[in-house]
């Protein structure tokens, strides 16, 4: 495949400062993954930054899926409780690379929880284009903020984004919202929600399909590493061989106890076996051919072959990989992408308030509305 080298990351254009930042963040990055992922934590152990999925275990998703049903619950007949939670702060959303749901969802988030936002899209009118680098603009965003939530293409951006909070004087949490090829830990959470939910909390024993651009689609690494923490896991990947899953996730997962299969073939044999059926685009911005093997699409037949009880999800963007005439079948319990895009939301209302502190409020105040029956079922 005719890969393209992700665009890396801008150092400003004068050698005498970039030399001196680079080698900073080369020491950095020499730590330990253990040393990495305590320095994402607070003093209590808890997850401050989010930059990797990796990082996450079943008490932390459990509480996260726990805040996140709580806060939408409450927000059916209390917005206002929400909305003072962090009421003031600010979202810096900088993302350097397309997004409408992850971004959207961000933005709705944090004024859900009455939080101002910043949203930086167009980074064609930021001071890099003025030879700022990338370290000094990230440091200044920081500033006028409570939490970033930052998009890159570069494979590094997860750890850059660390290392910039925690050279500075003013460390505020960093969520990376999708760095890479491999790194989603946001949508990772979403759709580990929307199985979680799914299944009522039973995913040990699943059965899970991922489908389309195994290699580089970066939703695909995280969900995978996240459901190795769960027992009995089976996961097939379904794509040629040019977009199969890579020696380090599948290696990762494996170790973790998930039994890996490859299928370069067809969707067909694996579609009866999954309970989770989990579709990705083919990443074309990396290189090579957008076009969707026809053997790997999910069509109306697929519908009729799947398990009993098995949903079908998507990350989206979709292009055409799933039958269109699925989107109008409404109701249908095994159509499951539309509702994840919305549960994107409510985590992401879990993940900020977890980040910034108000999460037990949110459990807390739902536990009193249970009491006094103001819960919906
Ligand atoms: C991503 O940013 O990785 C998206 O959520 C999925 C995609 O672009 O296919």
Redesign the pocket.
């Known amino acids: 495949m005719n890969d393209k080298k992700a665009p890396g990351i801008y150092w400003g254009e004068y050698e005498s400062v970039s030399n001196v930042d680079k080698a900073h963040f080369e020491a950095f990055k020499r730590q330990s993954p253990a040393d990495i992922e305590k320095a994402c934590r607070d003093e209590n152990g808890r997850l401050r930054h989010i930059i990797n999925a990796e990082h996450f275990d079943l008490e932390f998703l459990t509480t996260i899926c726990e805040t996140a049903k709580a806060a939408r619950r409450i927000d059916d007949g209390n917005r206002e409780f929400l909305g003072k939670l962090l009421r003031g702060r600010g979202s810096i959303n900088l993302f350097k690379?397309p997004?409408s749901?992850?971004w959207a969802s961000f933005s709705r988030a944090a004024g859900i929880l009455g939080m101002q936002t910043v949203d930086i899209k167009d980074v064609s009118t930021s001071s890099e284009v003025k030879g700022e680098s990338e370290k000094d603009s990230l440091r200044t965003l920081s500033s006028y903020g409570d939490a970033l939530v930052c998009?890159h293409p570069s494979d590094e951006y997860d750890l850059f984004g660390l290392w910039v909070q925690k050279s500075s004087g003013r460390e505020i949490p960093f969520i990376n919202a999708?760095s890479g090829t491999k790194r989603?830990p946001t949508?990772g959470i979403l759709d580990y929600y929307t199985i979680n939910e799914s299944f009522k909390g039973n995913i040990d024993g699943k059965v899970v399909a991922f489908v389309g651009?195994c290699l580089r689609?970066?939703?695909v690494h995280s969900l995978a590493k996240i459901l190795a923490l769960h027992k009995n896991i089976t996961a097939y990947f379904v794509a040629p061989e040019g977009l199969q899953i890579d020696k380090e996730t599948e290696e990762y997962i494996d170790t973790r106890g998930v039994m890996v299969h490859k299928e370069t073939n067809s969707l067909r044999r694996v579609m009866p076996l999954a309970d989770v059926v989990y579709m990705?685009?083919v990443?074309s911005e990396h290189g090579g051919s957008g076009d969707y093997n026809e053997n790997f699409k999910f069509t109306m037949d697929s519908l009729d072959s799947m398990r009993e009880g098995a949903i079908l999800m998507h990350?989206?963007?979709k292009r055409d990989e799933i039958a269109p005439e699925i989107d109008y079948l409404k109701g249908d319990q095994r159509v499951m992408y539309w509702r994840q895009q919305r549960n994107g939301m409510w985590t992401r209302v879990a993940l900020l308030a977890h980040v910034l502190g108000v999460d037990d409020k949110i459990r807390e105040a739902y536990k009193e509305y249970a009491k006094i029956g103001l819960d919906r079922k």
């Open positions: 690379q997004s749901r992850t998009r999708g989603h949508q651009d689609g970066r939703t990705t685009r990443q990350p989206g963007p």
